[in-house]
């Protein structure tokens, strides 16, 4: 059984840093593909990064180059790391794990089997 909690949002202003984690419970965090995504106010939830039980990583283009997620097995925990925010990365933030995904499917909500609560982050201008 996997259970994810995520932790490490916040408010920040424009240009500041966050770093998100996402904690799995169970035993076989290792084997599952673990992405983020988000919701802001109004829309609906998109797709922000994932990374590949073998390490494969993928970013929304609205992310890339700012965003870096990264996973420690040892530790069960994912990471999204976040640099350079903008007030439009303003949204509830979601951690989710799927069993099977490669390539463009990492991107899509339906392929993903578990999702943690999601934390808050706000940024403001």
């Known amino acids: 059984q996997v259970q994810l909690v995520e932790s490490g949002g916040g408010v920040v202003q424009a240009g500041g840093s966050l770093r998100l984690s996402c904690a799995d419970s169970?035993?076989?965090?290792?084997?599952?593909?673990m992405g983020w995504f988000r919701q802001a106010p109004g829309k609906e939830r998109e797709f922000v990064a994932a990374?590949?039980?073998?390490?494969?990583?993928y970013y929304a283009d609205s992310v890339k180059g700012r965003f870096t997620i990264s996973r420690d097995n040892a530790e069960n925990t994912v990471y999204l790391h976040m640099n350079s925010l903008k007030p439009e990365d303003t949204a509830v933030y979601y951690c989710?794990?799927?069993?099977?995904?490669?390539?463009?499917?990492?991107?899509?909500?339906?392929?993903?089997?578990?999702w943690g609560q999601g934390t808050q982050v706000t940024v403001s201008s």
């Open positions: 169970g035993r076989t965090f290792s084997n599952y593909h």
């Open positions: 990374i590949t039980w073998t390490g494969g990583i």
């Open positions: 989710a794990a799927a069993r099977v995904c490669s390539g463009y499917g990492c991107k899509l909500i339906r392929k993903y089997d578990y």
